[in-house]
């Protein structure tokens, strides 16, 4: 059997990974002696044959792991790998589980994409997308009401406005925000069985990270929402971050925008503008959702207002924190 994850929700795609490895050492190896994890990157064919052809000695059948295959940079090894897995029975007990962040928008070359395609057709294969705010929301109520609780349509869109929509942040937060409640025993529902989160607990308790509070800031000048623009400067000023400090790193979110921008223009795929950005995935998948809302004219003649507002600023013609309300004043 060939099971394939792929896709730049890693958060998703590595919970169904834990669920499938819970479920094989439950019903089929308890000791744990069949089930094998490598590194796809350097691993040769020779091996994964060793690994999948070999049968346990203490199971009914293996499962092995591997992950980020593709940045595996053999000659010729998906050439090989792709003959070898069709050449596979049909009724092959063994699992050979492939587990990378790759995403159907990715540039391969034919070997690759080849095995790509293959795997995509595999006996299981799951696509895990970055999710949409609304998606995030969604699965954000799902996930509370699996572990006891409730929330608020506001609250669940707030935290993920908070948290930039990484879900590795949003399922820590959950589980903090369901217990205070239930520590606090306010808002209890006998109706939902649990704990009621409203959008004040999450204003009490959740932080967002500064660059996600920088993204959901660019975000709304992206779509000229002045007013959670405004509020959203207003919070950074309050948390007592340096003006100047502010305004740099809102600069340094422009530059990655224009830079993320160029790529696209010239058809760079998400992976290769990882890589050459030395980004996050998760930040580079952001911002290419957010950098087409603008045309590089604009992100251009945003970034040279914020140049010059630092440099009046700098200079003790102006402050940078009425300049900036003034810039969000003219989106």
Partial sequence: MIIFFYGQDTFRSRKKLQELKDKFLREVDP?????????GEN???AEINELVGTPSLFARKRMVILENIFKNKK??????ITAYLKSRRKNEE?????????????KLNKEKKVFFDFLKKADYSGNFKILSNKEAADW??????????????DAASFLVSLSGGDLWQIDNEINKLINFKLSQKLNLSAAEGGAVINKIDIEKLVRGGFDENIFSLTDAISIK????????????VEAGLAEFYLLSMIMRQFKILIQIR??????????KIINQLKLHPFIVQK???????FTPARLKSIFNELIRIDYEAKTGRTDVKTELDVFLARL
């Fill in 31 to 39: 000791g744990g002696s069949s089930l094998v994890f490598k590194d």
């Fill in 262 to 271: 160029e790529a696209l223009d010239n058809n760079f795929s998400s992976r």
């Fill in 140 to 153: 954000i109520k799902n996930e509370v009401g699996a572990r006891g609780g409730a929330i608020t349509n």
């Fill in 225 to 236: 929402d002045k007013k959670t623009a405004a509020r959203l400067l207003e919070e950074q």
């Fill in 287 to 293: 911002g290419i959702s957010q950098a087409k809302n």
């Fill in 75 to 80: 000659p010729e090894f998906f050439k090989e």
């Fill in 94 to 106: 063994n699992i050979l589980v492939f587990w990378d962040d790759i995403s159907e928008e990715e």
């Fill in 43 to 45: 691993i040769a064919l």
